[in-house]
Every structure is written in structure tokens, then in C-alpha cells.
Nanobody
């Protein structure tokens, strides 16, 4: 089992940056591919970014491509999401999630086995 704890959210002005972290418990972190999702009020949870177990493959949603970067440090059991050029529409609760590989489709929340509690990101205009 894996427990995930996100941090790094907060309030930032449009155009600013934030770096989210997701710390995982346990010694099996490197066995899991990781994803970041977000959910805004009244909207469904949506895919943001994905990174494979060994970080040799990443995938981004169209909305985050070119602005966000996902990375991981398996020695520290941590996955990161660097978010630059933030926009008000990026406002949401951001969640990290772990999935078995290959498992189900990367973009689908149901493919992920473990979830963090989320961290709020608010971008003001």
C-alpha cells in the first residue's frame, strides 16, 4: 500500500509559478507510475500529467503542455509538478495518484489505485 501526501499549493497571481510535491510512504514507490490530476468546483477530475516508473516517459494534458513539468525522485519517494505561467483557469484542487504499470489508461482516474488528499491551487487574475 502507498500513502500519498501533497504539498506546495497556495495562492498565486496569474503568470506566477508553483511547485507541487507529493511524498509517498513505503519502499515500493518506484513500482508505481504517477499522475497529477485536478478538480475545480463543479467539474470532473481531469488529467494533468503522467510520469512512468523510471521517468523515461511523460505525458501532459493539452492545457498543461509547455507550462507544467512532472518529475520524480525515486530515492526520495517524491513526485513533483512544476507549474509555470499559471492562469486563473488552473485554479483547482490538485491530486497526485499512483498506478500499477502498465495498468489502465493513463488519462483515466479509475486507473489509479492510490490518491493523495489534494492541495488547493488558486490563481488570481
Amino acid at each position: 500500500q502507498v500513502q500519498l501526501v501533497e504539498s506546495g499549493g497556495g495562492l498565486v497571481q496569474a503568470g506566477g509559478s508553483l511547485r507541487l510535491s507529493c511524498a509517498a510512504s513505503g519502499r515500493t514507490f518506484s513500482m508505481y507510475a504517477m499522475g497529477w490530476f485536478r478538480q475545480a468546483p463543479g467539474k470532473e477530475r481531469e488529467f494533468v500529467a503522467y510520469i512512468s516508473r523510471s521517468a523515461d516517459s511523460t505525458l501532459y494534458a493539452d492545457s498543461s503542455e509547455g507550462r507544467f513539468t512532472i518529475s520524480r525522485d525515486n530515492a526520495k519517494n517524491t513526485v513533483y509538478l512544476q507549474m509555470n505561467t499559471l492562469k486563473p483557469e488552473d485554479t483547482a484542487v490538485y491530486y497526485c495518484a499512483a498506478k500499477f504499470s502498465p495498468g489502465g489508461p493513463v488519462l483515466v482516474p479509475a486507473s489509479y489505485r492510490y490518491w493523495g488528499q489534494g492541495t488547493q491551487v488558486t490563481v488570481s487574475s
